[in-house]
């Protein structure tokens, strides 16, 4: 939560700030994909040594195209599993949201629900209570019908992946063939 005033924004940083460190993009682009990786879409990719993909994806605002993403779950195919990193994703478009997990499902999927304030207080409103809201509306998300990952994904996540790239987190965690890991995420996926 923040509090905002025309001079100045108050918030509390001790939960990310508090806590130990747990990503360097440094340290992943020299250790693990020794500087030696594919780029596009705002995506690094490569297959480790393990013959296990990986995906860094650092901004949910980089937007996804689906020819740029055939080319590099094609390039991936040959994996035996995927890891999607988000760690330190500041969240971007819900829609690249929606366009990346649908390469991971296989059925119209009902990825969670949102319900809207029912009044605001004007005259005629009886939105002043706390659970004023309307009724619970479903969000599916369809499967492409372009390429999609279908083996072992594991989602890694941290304090820093906040928003859109909390929503992905959450939405991913619910697939049946996908482990997510890491630290707890950064939230902010309430669209205020």
Known sequence: VNLIAAHDTSRYWDWLYGSPTNYDERIID???????YRYTSGIKYKILPQNVGYM???????TIGDGNLDQILAYLSTSTGLIIDVRSNGGGSLSN??????????RKTVVGYISHKTGFGGEYSTGFGHQDFSELYPIEYSPSSRIRYQKPVVV???RGTFSAGNNFVSVMKALPNVIVIGDCTGGGSGLP
Do not use: P, W
């Open 30 to 36: 020299e250790y693990y994909l020794n500087f030696d």
């Open 156 to 158: 890694l996540a941290n």
């Open 56 to 62: 860094y994806y650092g901004s949910f605002s980089s």
């Open 97 to 106: 949201v929606e366009t990346l997990v649908s390469r991971f499902i296989n």
